[in-house]
């Protein structure tokens, strides 16, 4: 276990919906990462928060809307998402930004979208 | 753009043996990190080599970083079963921890 946990593990949904996937780190950590792992592609960051404020947002489309009510948890809102949407979606967080600090992986949400 | 790139895509080899992959990247970087994942899983970090530093080890796991050529290549030595997963290569350019991973490694050790 890494310290960080993702409910759900396995989401199917529809096009239409509107779904969350939630994220949270036990690890007293203060930057939080949303990475998209789709089949034969690199791992792509999508959004970054640190000490609760959006400090990247990687040109997402809007139909993906985080939220980070504190350090602890992170939200991935989903509506209207579309079957290329279909993928791994992996939390992360690190101590802080600064470089050579570990990011710790939670076991990601598999998202299909029918 | 991506900026790590890893080499072989998938490596077999069997249990004992020494495995090798390599990863080259585009631009100056602060910091380059591999890990390490399960079908399907979370990524779990191996090791992390600054810059300024040409050679690292822990445990049956030796990385090298070339950064006149860009390139770095993690050794696993006497590999097991278990270490059947992928490795991917990730750099921080700005160190501001934004990683950007490469596409990855699929070692299978078998028996």
């Known amino acids: 276990e890494t310290g960080v946990t993702q409910t759900p593990r396995h989401l199917v949904m529809g096009m239409t919906n509107k779904k969350s996937l939630k994220c949270e780190q036990h690890l007293g950590h203060n930057a939080m990462y949303w990475y998209k792992q789709s089949a034969k592609k690199p791992l792509e960051l999508m959004f970054v928060?640190?000490?609760?404020?959006?400090?990247e947002n990687n040109s997402v489309p809007s139909r993906f809307s985080p939220e980070c009510p504190n350090s602890s948890h992170l939200f991935l809102h989903l509506h209207t998402l579309q079957p290329e949407d279909s993928a791994l979606y992996l939390c992360?967080?690190?101590?802080?930004?600064?470089?050579?600090?570990?990011?710790?992986f939670g076991p990601g949400t598999r998202l299909t979208v029918l | 753009s991506q900026q790590g790139e890893e080499d072989p895509q998938a490596l077999s080899i069997q249990e004992g043996e020494n495995a090798t992959m390599n990863c080259s990247y585009k631009?100056?970087?602060?910091?380059l990190q591999w890990y390490r994942q399960n079908s399907g899983r979370g990524l779990v970090h191996l090791i992390l080599i600054r810059s300024n530093e040409r050679e690292k080890h822990s445990g049956r796991l030796r990385v090298t970083l070339d950064t006149s050529k860009k390139s770095s290549s993690l050794l696993i030595t006497a590999s097991r079963a278990a270490d059947t997963a992928s490795y991917f290569c990730a750099t921080d350019p700005g160190g501001g921890n934004k990683l950007t991973f490469g596409t990855g490694t699929q070692l299978k050790v078998e028996l």
């Open positions: 928060y640190s000490l609760e404020e959006r400090v």
């Open positions: 992360a967080s690190s101590q802080d930004m600064k470089g050579r600090d570990t990011q710790y």
């Open positions: 631009t100056s970087i602060n910091n």
